[in-house]
Nanobody, 119 residues
Framework: QVQLVESGGGLVQAGGSLRLSCAAS????????MGWFRQASGKEREFVAT????????DYADSVKGRFTISRDNAKNTVYLQMNSLKPEDTAVYYC????????????WGQGTQVTVAS
């Protein structure tokens, strides 16, 4: 069982930056691909970014490409999301996800961290 704890959310002005962190425990971190998802008020949860187990492959939602960067430190069991040039539409609760690389590819979620971007 993997436990995920996000941190780093907060209130920022449009154009500003935030760095989210997600600390994992209870599993072998390098056995999981990691991702970030977000859910704005009244909307469904959506994909933001993902990174493979070794950190050499990433993917992003079109809405954040060029502004957000996902990275991981397997020695620290932590995944990060650097968010630059933030926009009001980035306002959401951001969730960390861990997906095991082997079948049945169990999913784990953190409790979420609020990011609010003021215009």
């Amino acid at each position: 069982q993997v436990q995920l704890v996000e941190s780093g959310g907060g209130l920022v002005q449009a154009g500003g930056s935030l760095r989210l962190s997600c600390a994992a425990s209870g599993g072998t971190f390098s056995s999981y691909s990691m991702g970030w998802f977000r859910q704005a008020s009244g909307k469904e949860r959506e994909f933001v970014a993902t990174i493979n187990w070794s950190g050499d492959s990433t993917d992003y939602a079109d809405s954040v490409k060029g502004r957000f960067t996902i990275s991981r430190d397997n020695a620290k069991n932590t995944v990060y999301l650097q968010m630059n040039s933030l926009k009001p539409e980035d306002t959401a609760v951001y969730y960390c996800n861990a997906r095991h690389v082997a079948y049945p590819r169990d999913d784990y979620w953190g409790q979420g961290t609020q990011v609010t971007v003021a215009s």
